[in-house]
């Protein structure tokens, strides 16, 4: 199998997915603009991050083990869903340490050559932050094992029978990598991360400090109910929610009188079609034609995909996932199916026999 030609595959197929999804308001993904101004509201330090405090403490120690023993600490994998704080907390590490941070991805290292190239370039105590290292070629990560256990790589020159292996010395860097697909990694990289933090989705109470920091940062004068309109909107993640609050701030500058009140949170959020749940018009026109007019299911993805006009990854990777999340959409073996919360959710009433008149299928969700 060529790896290297099923890593470019996944990486076209993304990049067209993440191409049409740049407009959506509630896409937890961040486009160019939107990188600086996330620059100006990302936390510069442990203190500063709101929520995960788990992960927070545990990296805490992880880091103060470190300088006390003057050393580089353990490489560190963090792992969960778009716009969690992976990247930020990337750079508090490197920041906490007082190490200067290197950034490069995993669809930047197509051959190994070019990780031996960066890896060779690190001076003693750096910070390497690999985003999306899921998507790295195998030669790279192969090469990447050993870097990170030995402190040391292979450089193949030449090929076939007369090629030679130059071993280079590598200084003692810590890696940090971030996936948001932990299971796609191999276990032999996972296992060399002496310290590895899974990101969840943050609580209610936690989405609403961040906006109001943000807003601080921002100099948008917001009210509580203002904040928390947004913060229950935000889908649990701090990139959607800092999303929104612009929006709104837009909408209060042009609208009202500036302030971020209740009333101007919610229509301003109602023009932008982000309703109370975080449904954005996708999420809502799935559910909406599971129930309407497949009679709540069960259905195929694909199905259901053409009769929101739209292709069938981005149902089953963008909406999907948030519709089952909030229990509003099943997966089961022959479809998906809406819930009982999921017809209440449109102001529907769930029919009284389960759907497609099969009556296990409701235990079995
Ligand atoms: N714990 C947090 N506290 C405050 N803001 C956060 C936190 N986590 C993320 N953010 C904000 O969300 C934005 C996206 O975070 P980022 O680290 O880029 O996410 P990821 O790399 O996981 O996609 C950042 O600009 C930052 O302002
Ligand atoms: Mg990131």
């Given at each position: 199998m060529d790896w290297t030609d099923e890593t470019d595959e996944l990486t076209a197929?993304?990049?067209?997915?993440?191409?049409?999804?740049?407009?959506?308001?509630?896409?937890?993904?961040?486009d160019g603009d939107e990188r600086?101004?996330?620059?100006?509201?990302?936390?510069?330090?442990?203190?500063?991050?709101?929520?995960?405090?788990?992960?927070?403490?545990?990296l805490g120690l992880v880091l103060e083990a470190a300088r006390r023993r003057g050393r580089a600490p353990d490489h560190v994998l963090l792992s969960g869903p778009p716009g969690l704080g992976k990247t930020t907390l990337a750079m508090i590490i490197a920041g906490e340490m007082t190490s200067p941070l290197r950034l490069t991805s995993g669809p930047a290292i197509t051959h190994a050559g070019d990780l031996a190239a960066i890896l060779s370039g690190l001076n003693e105590g750096d910070v390497l932050f690999v985003d999306e290292i899921?998507?790295?070629?195998?030669?790279?990560?192969?090469?990447?094992y050993m870097a990170m256990e030995d402190f040391r790589v292979d450089v193949v020159i030449g090929k076939g029978p007369g090629a030679t292996a130059i071993p280079l010395e590598i200084p003692p860097f810590t890696l940090v990598g971030a996936t948001t697909r932990a299971g796609l990694l191999p276990g032999p990289l996972r296992d060399r991360f002496g310290f590895t933090a899974h990101l969840e989705f943050y609580e209610p109470h936690e989405v609403d400090l961040i906006v109001h920091r943000s807003a601080g940062l921002l100099g948008v004068e917001l009210t509580d109910e203002g904040s928390g309109e947004?913060?229950?909107?935000?889908?649990?993640?701090?990139?959607?929610?800092n999303r929104l609050l612009r929006r709104v701030r837009d909408?209060?500058?042009?609208?009202?009188?500036?302030?971020?009140?209740?009333e101007v949170a919610?229509?301003?959020?109602?023009?932008?079609?982000?309703?109370?749940?975080?449904?954005?018009?996708?999420?809502?026109?799935?559910?909406?034609?599971?129930?309407?007019?497949?009679?709540?299911?069960?259905?195929?993805?694909?199905?259901l995909a053409v009769a929101v006009g739209e292709e069938r990854e981005t149902v089953e990777e963008v909406a999907e996932p948030f519709l089952v999340r909030n229990g509003l959409l099943a997966r089961t073996p022959r479809g998906r199916i809406a819930t009982a919360a999921g017809w209440h959710h449109l102001g529907l009433t769930p029919p009284a026999a389960p759907p497609g008149g099969d009556s296990t299928l409701f235990d079995t969700i």
């Amino acid at each position: 199998m060529d790896w290297t030609d099923e890593t470019d595959e996944l990486t076209a197929a993304e990049a067209a997915h993440l191409e049409r999804h740049l407009d959506r308001l509630t896409s937890a993904d961040a486009d160019g603009d939107e990188r600086a101004v996330e620059a100006a509201l990302r936390p510069r330090t442990l203190d500063e991050v709101v929520g995960q405090v788990r992960v927070r403490d545990q990296l805490g120690l992880v880091l103060e083990a470190a300088r006390r023993r003057g050393r580089a600490p353990d490489h560190v994998l963090l792992s969960g869903p778009p716009g969690l704080g992976k990247t930020t907390l990337a750079m508090i590490i490197a920041g906490e340490m007082t190490s200067p941070l290197r950034l490069t991805s995993g669809p930047a290292i197509t051959h190994a050559g070019d990780l031996a190239a960066i890896l060779s370039g690190l001076n003693e105590g750096d910070v390497l932050f690999v985003d999306e290292i899921h998507r790295m070629s195998r030669p790279a990560e192969e090469m990447l094992y050993m870097a990170m256990e030995d402190f040391r790589v292979d450089v193949v020159i030449g090929k076939g029978p007369g090629a030679t292996a130059i071993p280079l010395e590598i200084p003692p860097f810590t890696l940090v990598g971030a996936t948001t697909r932990a299971g796609l990694l191999p276990g032999p990289l996972r296992d060399r991360f002496g310290f590895t933090a899974h990101l969840e989705f943050y609580e209610p109470h936690e989405v609403d400090l961040i906006v109001h920091r943000s807003a601080g940062l921002l100099g948008v004068e917001l009210t509580d109910e203002g904040s928390g309109e947004i913060a229950g909107r935000s889908r649990g993640t701090p990139r959607i929610a800092n999303r929104l609050l612009r929006r709104v701030r837009d909408f209060a500058q042009v609208r009202a009188d500036g302030v971020v009140t209740r009333e101007v949170a919610r229509a301003a959020l109602e023009l932008y079609e982000v309703d109370e749940s975080g449904l954005d018009r996708l999420d809502r026109g799935v559910l909406d034609a599971l129930c309407r007019r497949f009679g709540g299911g069960p259905v195929g993805i694909s199905t259901l995909a053409v009769a929101v006009g739209e292709e069938r990854e981005t149902v089953e990777e963008v909406a999907e996932p948030f519709l089952v999340r909030n229990g509003l959409l099943a997966r089961t073996p022959r479809g998906r199916i809406a819930t009982a919360a999921g017809w209440h959710h449109l102001g529907l009433t769930p029919p009284a026999a389960p759907p497609g008149g099969d009556s296990t299928l409701f235990d079995t969700i």
